[in-house]
């Protein structure tokens, strides 16, 4: 029998264990996510009206039976902390990966408008930092948010630099709007895990405003559908909508502006909830007495990826958003870029006869570009999305995660509810990006190329005819 020293051994192994170390590494940053009694994954929402109320959640380990959150107006002087307000929270235990885990909710009312909070949650030993949230006004006051497409993959090392941008290019964001498909797998903890640690403290500053895609979808051991175990206990959010679609489908009011949030998976699982959705959405979108209507969903009424179509979709919701004067659909769930407006070539487009749509993608993984006819600008990139709306003037502007301005266009609206769209597209110095993604030019037979390729053209010679 042969017998190696350890050295000669550790010179044979070296090389097989230095292949194996990315992939423990990764193994180990995957699952490095364990509650503690410290609160995590702090996330601000909405139970109710915005300008006087503030939802917060958060999670512990099963340790923490009781919990509370502290609130104060905000205070420069550090010797406020005596005097703030101590709100219980509600707490749930949900057993993830086979650990028991505390998720938290507390729901701050009573606030006055347009004011400035602070608050950390806790059990009354172990407490997160103070944070700052402002409260919306109760008049119609301009309002500015942020809007991501699907996360969804690499969050952590890739998806983070899209959210941090974004809220480095509006600090002062109202909320923030996540298209669905936050992560890729709707009940593995360490891909929610990552989609915290991206935000991090921002998601306790800024409300977020989240639908769910696919991807936040799973089937029991009886097949039937669900949304994600961790949907409800980390999202706060208006339970106002159809009967089955708590906290996925619902609207919320603010400043002016009613925005309506659908659950597009959980309709095209079932047609039965589809027409349940519809009809909910006809009563709420019509006759609401804002200024503005904004919609979300994940699944496009328009595809921007090649071969996707969501027909019996957007057959039930586009006649719809047409009749109650919908200004802008954001949507997610194709990986690539467009926005534009369903009219006929060679029709001006100054007027819009319904709503503008836009799909995009925050995270990395990328698709081919449909190219249609109903898309004014295109992409293949990782971008972000900033929207301003006053009384009358919405403004739209999309990011790549470098911070180059990308896309831009407003809607002025008239004292009559119409809208013109004003194009800014054409002035920005940012050429289109429609390069196939490296993955695809690799993996693409020779006949899909030159099918791509032609669509590249088609598509590059009806923008030089306007």
Do not use: C
């Not at 029991?220 to 999202?235: C, G, I, N």
């Amino acid at each position: 029998m042969q017998v190696f020293s350890g050295y000669r051994l550790t010179r044979l192994l070296l090389p097989a264990m230095l292949l194996l170390l990315p992939s423990l590494i990764f193994a180990q940053e995957n699952k490095s996510y364990p509650a503690s009694r410290f609160p995590d994954r702090v996330i601000l929402g909405w139970k109710g009206d915005p300008a006087h109320s503030q939802a917060v959640n958060w999670r512990t380990d099963s340790t923490v039976k009781k919990a509370v959150a502290a609130i104060h107006e905000a205070d420069p002087s550090p010797d406020f902390q005596a005097n703030a307000k101590m709100i219980s929270a509600n707490s749930q235990s949900i057993v993830i990966d086979g650990k028991t885990v505390q998720y938290h909710e507390a729901n701050f009312t009573d606030l006055k408008p347009a004011t400035q909070y602070m608050y950390r949650v806790g059990d009354g030993t172990s407490w997160s930092e103070w944070f700052h949230f402002t409260t919306a006004s109760d008049k119609r006051e301009p309002v500015s948010f942020l809007y991501f497409g699907d996360a969804q993959n690499d969050i952590r090392s890739l998806w983070s630099r899209a959210v941090r941008g974004a809220y480095s290019t509006l600090p002062k964001a109202d909320f923030m709007i996540h298209a669905g498909d936050l992560i890729n797998s709707s009940n593995v903890d360490y891909q929610w895990g990552e989609w915290f640690e991206a935000g991090g403290w921002a998601n306790g500053m800024v409300p977020s405003l989240p639908t769910p895609g696919n991807h936040e979808y799973y089937r029991d051991s009886e097949k039937k559908p669900h949304v994600s175990m961790h949907w409800r206990p980390q999202f706060a959010l208006p339970e106002n909508g159809p009967e089955g679609l708590t906290e996925t489908a619902y609207f919320i009011d603010y400043q002016g502006i009613r925005f309506i949030a659908m659950d597009s998976q959980a309709a095209l699982l079932d047609s039965a909830v589809m027409e349940k959705q519809a009809a909910w959405f006809e009563k709420v979108a019509q006759n609401h007495g804002m200024r503005w209507t904004v919609v979300i969903h994940h699944h496009p009424i328009y595809s921007t990826k090649n071969g996707r179509d969501n027909e019996e979709w957007r057959a039930r919701m586009e006649p719809l958003y047409k009749k109650y004067s919908i200004d802008i659909v954001l949507q997610g769930h194709d990986h690539t870029y467009g926005r534009g407006i369903n009219m006929p070539l060679g029709v001006s487009r100054k007027k819009p006869d319904g709503p503008i749509y836009v799909v995009s993608v925050s995270g990395p993984k990328m698709y081919d570009i449909g190219l249609q006819n109903w898309m004014d600008r295109a992409s293949n990139t990782q971008l972000y999305q900033v929207i301003t709306i006053d009384e009358t003037t919405l403004g739209f502007k999309a990011y790549t995660v470098n911070g180059d301005l990308y896309d831009a266009f407003d809607l002025q609206k008239d004292k009559k509810g119409e809208n013109t769209l004003i194009e800014r597209a054409n002035s920005l110095q940012m050429q289109e990006r429609l390069e196939l993604p490296e993955r695809l030019q690799k993996s693409f037979k020779a006949e899909e190329l030159k099918e791509y390729n032609q669509r590249f053209q088609e598509y590059k010679a009806r923008k030089n005819k306007k």
